[in-house]
């Protein structure tokens, strides 16, 4: 392979150097650092192998063997980072951690050439790689206690804040946790990812809770080239911009001795204060962004030589050389032979297997283990008595849906002490509908407390519980709400699974108020029916309970599968019938329903996928869900009156659909309404239409559905909303 010009000029670089005294290397590398010689020739050695990997990279792309070529080239200071760190500490690691990864492997007892071998698998997409298994080009490792990051632009440091955070409350409430109780939280992420929104989130959310004491041991370590691709950073920016509240420190990212001290000081800040901070590590690019990237269109060939001229690599080799700690040609000679030692162990991983198969691909993405699932539902606590204040919910009567969640909740918190329950207004307030009232008097602050207004943090708070050891239940105020944030179940939560063939899971039930029809409160931001953007995440669980017996019976499912399985579930809950307790006249109490005591939970248990039917016509079946259920059966009662037998099936579950119940209650009548609330683009009824077709149904299929808009303010939601006199209307026209 041809030597471009960062090879040539490190050869060049080090062959010019002028060795020093012979030098004992116990001793500091320089003076004014506490580097020793030692320690930093090792450094130099995880230095070298990122480098070499990045030129490994190129190669096989050459060869059509590798598929990823964004390297570390310039960040290589970063191994100071790693060492000033213990291996227990939890690290979540962007795109240019080459040589920390290198690190670690061997801070963690591993062999050298078995860090190596990882990046090279990776690079290969070889199932053998032990973290993606060939699904994507990572950083992390279970044993290393990595947790791997895609290449989604610092969506990973409202997740690092969680789990800062999750280090802390565990040990507050004595529960076991993923990392010791004094570890330290580490996230990268470079100077252009600074600017995202994320990235803002996180520190905003370190800095909030550092204002009001709150121990978050979370460091952030911005590796800060100037460039976003093509985009300049700003000179002095990361400095300029950075919160007030995070102790800030800065060091030559090119200078291991520097990068080395200042990373001890920040680490020992950290570590010792609770406390976080920032470290900004100066560096530079080399190599371009990734293979394909021409430099000389957007930098001037001056530019490109200065960043040359601050190469880490030499410049540790300079160190090591004045220190007499090495010749040029022992370090050439290094260079040389760890080269092609790596050329070799590539052409080695590029004839590893690779995935073959959908199947094999998919395999991590929704593990389901319906059987254990079903017996963790049945799992009660013994105090259940005290902590309902001696008056148990299935003696209360029937509840509305609203009562039936809270109630499962305080049973869950009861006999879970890792479920934790937050986000806005749920604590003191009990939430905006009360769903959550008097939780945190009966589990305390610890476990269930307001978040600040962002729901990126809320849910980044959720992230790094749930890998951390921790079952949280966030709360999501309104649904239009979550689409400020999305990014953290999609690009987070759902990948984590799929990134790391299961060897990290962030279980969680996200309770998010859900749809339209309230009364007295309305506009789109309180009335938002879309859900497309969470039904196509794969291997998210959507829950959609219409009454409170399911919501109780789906709650509880959501719950077990999070702790059984590491699931990701949305629980959508209806607004407008959180308090509704009537179904067909004022006073029936027709919406209410009896708690379900625990000796029970076994056999009312709701498997995810399975849906629920009411009635036994022959003529029509109306599929709905939501609050589509409640005017489906009013609508079905006064159809029947005209003569037409109908049954409505109630999904339940919007993914996975439930298939199977869907494609027999079809076959029963042989013509199917489909009463979707969401939008006629995009809403769950080109689903339920799609697999019917898929299925070979071949009977009468129509839908009717919520209008393309945005939700308006009062009545005027009317005329955009799917409503009773919809059905009947579409039901007739079907039945002829």
């Known amino acids: 392979m041809a030597r471009d010009m960062v090879e040539t000029c490190f050869t060049e670089a080090v062959a010019a150097l ?37 030129v490994t990279a190129r190669r096989l792309r050459e060869q059509g063997e590798g598929f990823y070529t964004i390297g570390s080239a310039g960040h290589e200071g970063n191994a100071a980072v790693a060492a000033a760190l213990r291996a227990t500490d ?68 409202p997740r690092a804040v969680g789990v800062a955070f999750a280090i802390e409350r565990a040990r507050l409430l004595g529960l076991p946790g993923a990392w010791p109780q004094d570890a330290i939280a580490v996230c990268s992420f470079g100077d252009a990812s600074a600017n995202h929104a994320s990235a803002l989130s996180a520190l905003n959310t370190a800095g909030y809770g550092a204002y009001q004491g709150l121990a978050l041991p979370i460091l952030f370590v911005c590796e800060d080239n100037g460039l976003g691709i093509s985009v300049r950073t700003p000179k002095g920016w990361v400095e300029a911009s950075r919160h007030r509240r995070l102790e800030y ?13 200042v990373a001890l000081a920040a680490v020992e800040h950290v570590r010792t204060r609770r406390s976080p901070a920032l470290l900004r590590l100066s ?25 040359l001229e601050r190469d880490p690599l030499v ?90 969640i809270n109630r499962t909740l305080v ?48 849910l980044g708070l959720a992230l790094g519980s749930g890998v951390s050891g921790l079952l949280p239940v966030p709360e999501i105020q309104y649904l239009a709400y979550l689409h400020n944030a ?62 409170p017996d399911d919501a109780a019976s789906m709650l509880r499912t959501c719950l077990a599968a999070a702790r059984v399985d590491g699931a990701v579930c949305a629980f959508l809950e209806p607004i407008a019938l959180y308090n509704t307790r009537d179904l067909f006249d004022e006073g029936d109490n027709g919406w209410l329903a009896p708690y379900t005591p625990p000796a029970r939970w076994a056999e009312t248990h709701v498997p995810i996928g399975r849906a629920r039917s009411y009635g036994d016509g022959r003529d029509l079946t109306i599929v709905t869900f939501g609050n589509g259920v409640r005017m489906s059966l009013r609508a079905a009662v006064r159809l029947t009156a005209e003569g037409y037998g109908c049954r409505v099936l109630d999904l339940r579950w ?47 299929i129509s839908r009717v559905t919520s209008l393309d808009s945005f939700i308006p303010l009062g009545d005027a939601s009317k005329h955009v909303l799917l409503s009773e006199a919809d059905i009947e209307d579409a039901a007739r026209k079907l039945l002829g």
């Open 654 to 700: 919007l993914s996975p659909l439930p298939v199977e119940d869907l494609l027999r209650a079809a076959e029963l009548t042989g013509k199917v309404l489909i009463a979707d609330e969401t939008r006629r683009a995009g809403g769950v009824s080109e689903s339920v239409v799609a697999e019917l077709i898929d299925a070979g149904f071949t009977g009468g």
């Open 249 to 261: 420190f800065a060091a030559d990212g090119c200078d291991l001795a520097d990068a080395h001290d």
């Open 283 to 307: 560096t530079v690019r080399l190599m371009g962004h990734a293979g394909s990237d021409v430099e000389l269109s957007y930098r001037t060939k001056r530019e490109i030589n200065a960043d």
């Open 18 to 54: 002028s060795p020093g005294a012979p030098h004992d290397p116990r001793l500091p590398v320089r003076e004014g650092t506490g580097l020793t010689g030692a320690r930093c020739r090792e450094l130099f050695g995880f230095q070298l192998g990122s480098r070499l990997l990045d």
């Open 90 to 157: 939890p690290a979540l690691l962007h795109y240019r951690s080459g040589a920390f990864y290198l690190a670690r492997s061997a801070m963690a007892g591993r062999l050298p050439e078995e860090g190596l071998r990882d990046v090279l698998l990776g690079l290969t997409a070889a199932a053998e790689e032990p973290i993606a298994g060939g699904r994507h080009k990572v950083f992390g490792h279970p044993d290393l206690a990595v947790i791997p990051q895609t290449s989604t632009i610092a969506s990973h440091l």
């Open 411 to 458: 049973d869950t918190m009861a006999a879970h002490p890792d479920v934790l329950v937050f986000g806005e207004d749920v604590a003191r307030k009990g939430g905006v509908y009360g769903v959550t009232r008097g939780l945190q008097r009966r589990f305390g602050v610890g476990r269930v407390f307001d978040t600040l207004l962002d729901e990126q943090s809320v």
């Open 315 to 404: 410049a540790t080799a300079r160190l090591l050389v004045e220190a007499g700690l090495a010749t040029p040609d022992e370090l050439l000679s290094q260079y040389e032979t760890t080269r092609e030692h790596l050329f070799k162990m590539a052409m080695e991983s590029s004839r590893r297997p690779r995935l073959t198969s959908a199947a094999e691909i998919m395999e991590p993405l929704a593990p389901r283990t319906p059987r254990a699932v079903a017996r963790a539902c049945a799992v009660a606590a013994g105090s259940r008595e005290k902590v309902f204040g001696g008056r148990l919910p299935e003696t209360e009567g029937p509840l509305t849906l609203s009562q039936a």
């Open 486 to 547: 999305l990014d953290q179940i999609r690009g987070e939560a759902a990948t984590l699974p799929f990134f790391s063939q299961g060897a990290f899971r962030n279980p969680m039930v996200v309770r998010i108020a859900s749809y339209a029809y309230q009364k007295g409160f309305g506009g789109h931001f309180h009335n938002d029916n879309s859900i497309a953007a969470l039904r196509d995440i794969p291997g998210l669980v959507v829950a959609s309970p219409a009454r």
